[in-house]
């Protein structure tokens, strides 16, 4: 008995042996993050396409994981795996679209599936997130699929020495509003763009090391953004593509295969890919995302018309938001402690600041004198984040926003207080 898997793209894969099957990150529509990310390659399958799928893995609750427009066309039969994490939203937008088995894991804990002699076992983060890789087994074939969870050199370390990994699934590029969406000085707007590539290389290459896998695949980070404006975020500069990723691994590690899988394409437990028809030729990737722009422009253009547009008491809504929130648990803002200036930009926007430095009247309208983080957005996304329910760091990921920061430096504290909303 041994493992196949089929990539679908980006996350997603079907893992099946022993006649079950598993579908992961099952993000199948286009666009996702607010009219954002398309799946580059594009998607060869609909969710139709799958036929029966006895579990569906989430891995987290990021949209190019949780596609909530995927899971509603999926067969609500199916058992949902899903780590048990302490915070419910996650698993209560998962029962909201209609699935009633959802099955919650404990970390580290090792499940039998179906009694097929398929199992699985979830591992979690080495950072304060929601987010989980999974370790399939049978009785053959070890897989890992890590996706975009961040985990130590030490766990990385301990689960090559533990399993013995014929495949393992592991990012290669950036998907961060850092430091694409901030406005730097050209020069080291370049030499940042540059440093982070270079990371997420010498990090594939590493992380497939410590694990000690056979072969490694470059995955999770196969999307572009294909709105016009956007188009300037796909640059190489800034963005690795599968090709160098295996490049660098040849060069560094050659004692691991590197693999390039690209949607439709099958690996079989022999190691082997079925090829479901040429990689794209990854030197055009830019002029190809352009293309597809192109081609796309009428549903980009739609998708973007089709925002709920922002009330006429935008602004007010904001207060209330912000104020609330602060009111509840004034520790925050003693903690975030900056001037935040939201640049709100379309109908019923304006210039409006969040200041964490102040102990109550944290918001109000105008430019601040000074101000440590300033945040670009248009007004549609604004009136998600604070009246649609829309979840922050969606809305950040969708890089519609642009950013600065005086001083230069990452505030930890807001980021992870707004993103965790
Ligand atoms: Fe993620």
Known sequence: MAITVTYIGHACMLMESGGTRILMDPWLTDPAYHNAWWH??????????LGPIDYIYISHEHADHFDPASLSQLDKSAKILIARYRRR??????????????QELEFGQTYSLNGSGLSVRLIPPDRPWDDSAILVKDRDTTVLNV???????ATLERLGREERIDLTFLTFTGASQYPGCFEFPLGSKIERWRASKEAHLDEFVSWARLLRARQAVPAAGNYAL????????????????????????ARVAPEIEGLQMNPGDVWLPDGTLRRYKPAPDWSRRMELIEALSRQHADKIAAGFAAEPQAPRDLYDRFYEYFTGLLREDPGIAKRVNIVTHWV??????????????????????GVPNQWNLRLKWPATLVYQ????????????LSFRVRLARNPDRYNKEFWTWLCKL
């Open 40 to 49: 580059f390659p594009p998607l060869e399958v609909t969710p139709r396409d």
């Open 89 to 102: 939203r996650f698993h209560d937008r998962i029962r909201a679209l209609g699935f009633s088995d959802i």
């Open 147 to 153: 996706n975009d969870c961040h985990l130590d050199d």
């Open 226 to 249: 294909l709105a016009p404006e956007q188009l300037f975020l796909n640059t190489p500069n800034y963005v690795n593509t599968p090709a160098e990723a295996i490049e660098r691994l």
């Open 344 to 365: 709100v930009d379309g109908p019923y926007g304006g210039d409006w600041v969040v200041d964490f430095t102040r102990d109550r009247d944290w918001v109000y309208r």
């Open 385 to 396: 984040g604070v009246a649609c329910g829309g979840i922050w760091d969606d809305l950040v």
